[in-house]
């Protein structure tokens, strides 16, 4: 059986020294901001991200086009190891779609290689928390193909719940509609979005100030939750008093055991906005 290695997208929000401990290949998306490309070749911290977006500053996204998602490929087959790639959702990017097309053309030119690309229908911690728990599975010795379907089947079982300031960022990047984003100008209303079977955000409720919409993000993804599981991720933009604030509270309401913070990236950060907060866990369904 021939090794592989797990690979995903700079949208997934883990920290490098997680990436680079399990050793998982990143690709970068391209965040575009007063005139100058961001990505990992040229990164921008990420408080600065986000200092400049509250000083007025509207950053926008580029996919990952085939050449950059085979650059990522190929040093892998290249050496006889195989792929496993957990891709940005297609409902938000083409950039799964660009890896599937690396992959393809990299089959045909290396026909020995595999090379599975997961489109994981999800975005931010969402999908790297699937990429951790895929990790675990693949540390604990499943093979890969074992595991490519062990990841089709529990994508649909990531439920992901977030708030934000302001929708018009979301809606200013097309992804929600202009009758959402008009509760974004409502003075004291927070929106509640989840991730969608398609892999969208999509707003399924308001609340009334902050502090009522981050305890019905929680309460939702509570209600969802597996059985017996006692890991949550918790993702922000720039808020981390208030995300170890939810730490807390899943912890002494809720019996959460394990929890991983980290900041919302400028891939989905660009899109969302400063103060972002947002929950996932693995559940019964999104």
């Not at 170890?244 to 394990?258: H, N, S």
Request: charge should be negative; hydrophobic fraction near 40%.
């Amino acid at each position: 059986m021939r090794p592989y290695v797990i690979t995903t997208d700079s949208s997934a929000d883990l920290e490098n020294s997680y990436l680079k401990e399990h050793q998982i290949g990143v690709v970068s998306l391209n965040c575009l901001m007063d005139g100058e490309i961001y990505n990992e070749e040229n990164p921008l911290p990420v408080k600065e991200f986000y200092a400049r977006i509250r000083a007025g500053a509207m950053p926008t996204t580029a996919q990952v086009n085939p050449e950059q998602a085979r650059a990522l490929f190929e040093p892998y087959v290249k050496e006889g190891t195989d792929v496993l790639h957990l891709a940005f959702s297609s409902g938000l990017s083409g950039s799964c779609q660009s890896a599937v097309i690396a992959a393809n053309e990299l089959m045909e030119e290396y026909p020995d290689s595999r090379i599975v690309v997961v489109d994981t229908l999800l975005a931010a911690m969402g999908q790297g928390l699937l990429v951790y728990r895929a990790v675990q599975k693949k540390e604990a010795g499943m093979p890969l193909d074992e595991l490519a379907q062990w990841c089709e089947e529990n994508k649909m079982k990531i439920a992901s719940y977030v708030t934000v300031d302001d929708l018009n960022h979301l809606y200013r990047g097309g992804r929600i509609s202009r009758s959402s984003a008009v509760l974004g100008s409502m003075v004291g209303i927070k929106p509640v979005i989840r991730i969608n079977d398609e892999g969208k955000l999509e707003v399924i409720g308001k609340a009334r100030g902050r502090k009522k919409a981050v305890q019905t993000i929680i309460e939702k993804l509570m209600d969802l939750i597996q059985d017996g599981e006692k890991t949550v991720f918790i993702s922000h933009g720039d808020c981390l008093e208030e995300a170890e604030a939810i730490r807390d509270t899943l912890m002494e309401k809720y019996g959460v055991e394990e929890t991983m913070i980290n900041f919302v990236g400028p891939v989905v950060g660009a899109h969302t906005g400063a103060g972002v907060l947002a929950v996932f866990a693995m559940a019964k369904s999104r």
